[in-house]
């Protein structure tokens, strides 16, 4: 078989990471597109992350334009010897925006809203944060590009890492799993999170693993 035969047949894999801890995160505070580093956590749940991709032989790797995003790509970088791979930085992996939230804790602004309406700010597909985006807004602008840029490179049988952040990931995987909106809002995902699916030559998920699984889940 030649090796334009092989790739046909391999599958892709699609692997997501929230990168790890930041200094925000740490505080409970609401960050979104604020710019800020990992803490030390942090950073040991990106080496976390890279000793479950051992066996991944990677083709692309993509960043979220935010530091702690491709701070925690940098990590896995170094653990995998993955220097040799060109890394994409692209903005529209970036975190939602949070508007008049940034920067505010997110424990001061429950007890303000109350559970339920904190829960649907927070997690749910369109509800406004006054200055900022809501999760539809973060699919309408992830998923294109995905779509556009990786997409069909999975379905040629190459393996893709992207290190994004908790709301890129979740219009990601509602996308890839056909979820509704009412799904969407059940899922949580902690930093340093791993979940790796393998598609087939049609784009059609053939299996999922959550490889690594964060106890904060939702305290983040």
Partial sequence: MNQKNQRQRKKGHLVLVRHGESVWNEK???TGWQDVPLTEKGRNEARLAASVL?????????SS???RAYETLEIIIEELNLHHL??????????????IFTGKSKWDIEKQLGEEKFKKVRRGWDEVIPEGETLKDVYNRTVPHFR???????IAGQNVLIVAHGN???????????????EVEEIELATGEVIVYKLNRK?????????????????Q
Avoid at 148 to 154: A, D, E, G, T, V
Avoid at 168 to 182: F, N
Avoid at 203 to 219: A, F, L, Y
């Fill in 86 to 99: 060109p890394v994409t930085k692209h903005h529209a992996y970036k975190e939602r925006h949070y508007g």
């Fill in 28 to 30: 409970g505070l609401w």
């Fill in 65 to 67: 334009d935010l530091q």
């Fill in 54 to 62: 051992l066996d991944i032989k990677f083709d692309i790797l993509v």
């Fill in 203 to 219: 784009g059609k998920i053939v299996k999922k693993e959550k490889r690594v699984i964060n106890k904060n889940k939702g305290k």
């Fill in 168 to 182: 890129t990931h979740r219009a990601l995987i509602k996308h890839l799993e056909g979820l509704c909106h009412q």
């Fill in 148 to 154: 556009q840029n990786i997409f069909p490179k999975l």
